[in-house]
T-cell receptor
Framework: GENVEQHPSTLSVQEGDSAVIKCTYS??????FPWYKQELGKRPQLIID?????GEKKDQRIAVTLNKTAKHFSLHITETQPEDSAVYFC????????????FGSGTQLTVLP | GAGVSQSPSNKVTEKGKDVELRCDPI?????LYWYRQSLGQGLEFLIY????????KSGLPSDRFSAERTGGSVSTLTIQRTQQEDSAVYLC???????????FGSGTRLTVV
């Protein structure tokens, strides 16, 4: 099955700086790559996703890039704010185009005021 | 309903007892997923239901775990003879048939003492 590696496990940035989290996957047939944000004690929430037919997607301060050749995708957060502090999870289909997702191990992002 | 509902929100049980966790997905969502999240860890896939198809049980960690989905809606995850290592937050998610974007419930925090 798919294996998703996520780095770094923790990330601290100053407010206003950018944050980048990277994930790699193993199954070249994977076609869907979402990112979830989980605040402390709350449910994971989808913040952005990308499909394999595009290389980049942007939504205000967040963007996701996909490199199918290298089999990695990254989350970019610009102009970080304290409310961006949370755990971020990447995910990819369990295999190929399956709907079941396998998740990365998470990145604890701390935005320092 | 407006979101994915899970009950109970918290459950403390004695080792060896059976527990039932309930998930009520968003109306119209045909896909339903169960995940487990241990403290400070990522999300571990347990089981996936899609419409009337046979569920994908490949993530269930042992035969003490089972799940059913009645009428294509509400799902129940049952853990028999609970062990301390079963302590975790059990998250349910649902999605439309043609969509992989998950909506998670708030989870059930299970503590086995």
């Amino acid at each position: 099955g798919e294996n998703v590696e996520q780095h770094p496990s923790t990330l601290s940035v100053q407010e206003g700086d950018s944050a980048v989290i990277k994930c790699t996957y193993s199954d070249s047939a994977s076609n869907y790559f979402p990112w979830y944000k989980q605040e402390l004690g709350k449910r994971p929430q989808l913040i952005i996703d990308i499909r394999s037919n595009v290389g980049e997607k942007k939504d205000q301060r967040i963007a996701v890039t996909l490199n199918k050749t290298a089999k990695h995708f990254s989350l970019h957060i610009t102009e970080t704010q304290p409310e961006d502090s949370a755990v971020y999870f990447c995910a990819a289909p369990l295999s190929g185009s399956a709907r079941q997702l396998t998740f990365g191990s998470g990145t604890q992002l701390t935005v320092l005021p | 309903g407006a979101g994915v509902s899970q009950s109970p929100s918290n459950k403390v049980t004695e080792k060896g007892k059976d527990v039932e966790l309930r998930c009520d997905p968003i109306s119209g969502h045909t896909a339903l997923y169960w995940y487990r999240q241990s403290l400070g860890q990522g999300l571990e896939f347990l089981i996936y239901f899609q419409g009337n198809s046979a569920p994908d049980k490949s993530g269930l960690p042992s035969d003490r775990f089972s799940a059913e989905r009645t009428g294509g809606s509400v799902s129940t995850l049952t853990i028999q003879r609970t062990q301390q290592e079963d302590s975790a937050v059990y998250l349910c998610a649902s999605s439309f048939e043609q969509d992989t974007a998950y909506t998670f419930g708030s989870g059930t925090r299970l503590t086995v003492v």
